[in-house]
């Protein structure tokens, strides 16, 4: 069964500062996606970032980049000049395309930006 | 358009209730899933409709669990019998399956279930 690990329960950053958040996966799997949600307390998931597994190439959105290593199966999210609104709940997801597309989910890091 | 609804926005029970959470998906979209999340959790897939094949229902806890899709739109969530380890917020999500197995999941803003 694939899993998904989120070491870190809780990050802070300084406004307008760089902040990582990590993610490691589990799987037999050579085709997935890998994604990062936003949940801020309205509870609404946002998707932040996609990136398909066969594609070398780091996704990037705007502030928003991440360093996916898939031989290692990593998948860290970099947050860059971070806004008070980046404040939230961030959730690394893994669906296996053949899979019936359900996300599996770790379990969360809680980002706090300080002035 | 409109995106996912869900409601109620939070609901109250005792022990022993069967509840309804009803979804609203966002029209047009062919796939619809709902995840549980509990305090402190991440989210836990229940159950998955696509189109009119028939549902994926590996996820849902236990028989007191069942789900609706009618018309290939709105889904209800019914949990009968509550049991206070039922609490948790129950989050729907639909999406649109494309070519090549692309597709982004796009989420309600939940339903928190309290079961005293």
């Known amino acids: 069964a694939q899993t998904v690990t989120q070491s870190q329960p809780e990050m802070s950053v300084q406004e307008a500062e760089t902040v990582t958040l990590s993610c490691t996966y589990d799987t037999s799997e050579s085709d997935y996606y890998l994604f990062w949600y936003k949940q801020p307390p309205s509870r609404q998931m946002i998707l932040v970032i996609r990136q398909e597994a066969y594609k070398q190439q780091n996704a990037t959105e705007n502030r928003f980049s991440v360093n996916f290593q898939k031989a290692a199966k990593s998948f860290s999210l970099k947050i860059s000049d971070s806004q008070l609104g980046d404040a939230a709940m961030y959730f690394c997801?893994?669906?296996?395309?053949?899979?019936?597309?359900?996300?599996?989910f770790g379990t969360g890091t809680q980002l706090k930006v300080e002035l | 358009g409109a995106g996912v609804s869900q409601s109620p926005s939070n609901k109250v029970t005792e022990k022993g209730k069967d509840v309804e959470l009803r979804c609203d998906p966002i029209?047009?979209?062919?796939?619809l899933y709902w995840y549980r999340q509990s305090l402190g959790q991440g989210l836990e897939f229940l159950i998955y409709f696509q189109g009119n094949s028939a549902p994926d229902k590996s996820g849902l806890p236990s028989d007191r669990f069942s789900a609706e899709r009618t018309g290939g739109s709105v889904s209800t969530l019914t949990i009968q019998r509550t049991q206070q380890e039922d609490s948790a917020v129950y989050l729907c999500?639909?999406?649109?399956?494309?070519?090549?197995?692309?597709?982004?999941?796009?989420f309600g803003p939940g339903t928190r279930l309290l079961v005293l």
């Open positions: 997801a893994y669906r296996f395309t053949g899979g019936g597309n359900k996300l599996t």
């Open positions: 029209s047009g979209h062919t796939a």
């Open positions: 999500a639909s999406s649109l399956l494309l070519a090549g197995g692309q597709e982004t999941q796009y």
